[in-house]
Nanobody, 125 residues
Framework: QVQLVESGGGLVQAGGSLRLSCAAS????????MGWFRQAPGKEREFVAG????????SYADSVKGRFTISRDNAKNTGYLQMSNLKPEDTAVYYC??????????????????WGQGTQVTVSS
């Protein structure tokens, strides 16, 4: 089993920045592909960014490209999502997730085995 705990969410003005963290415990974090997803009220959970186990390959939703950066530190069992130039439409609960099913990040939530509880990000205009 793996437990994931997100932190770093909060309220920020448009144009501001936040860094989300995802701390993992349990089985070896470094063997998993990691993804970040978000879910706004009344909307489906959507893929934001993903990274391979070794950090070599990353992928992003078009809506966040150039503004968000995903990274990981396997020595610390922690993943990150640096968010810059935030917009009101980025408001959502953000979740980190780990996948043992795919070596490359996938956009489908069904491909991920473990999920955190989420952290709220609110961007005011």
């Amino acid at each position: 089993q793996v437990q994931l705990v997100e932190s770093g969410g909060g309220l920020v003005q448009a144009g501001g920045s936040l860094r989300l963290s995802c701390a993992a415990s349990g089985r070896t974090f470094s063997t998993y592909t990691m993804g970040w997803f978000r879910q706004a009220p009344g909307k489906e959970r959507e893929f934001v960014a993903g990274i391979t186990w070794n950090g070599v390959y990353t992928s992003y939703a078009d809506s966040v490209k150039g503004r968000f950066t995903i990274s990981r530190d396997n020595a610390k069992n922690t993943g990150y999502l640096q968010m810059s130039n935030l917009k009101p439409e980025d408001t959502a609960v953000y979740y980190c997730a780990l996948s043992s099913k795919s070596a490359l990040p996938t956009t489908s939530p069904n491909s991920y085995d473990y999920w955190g509880q989420g952290t709220q990000v609110t961007v005011s205009s």
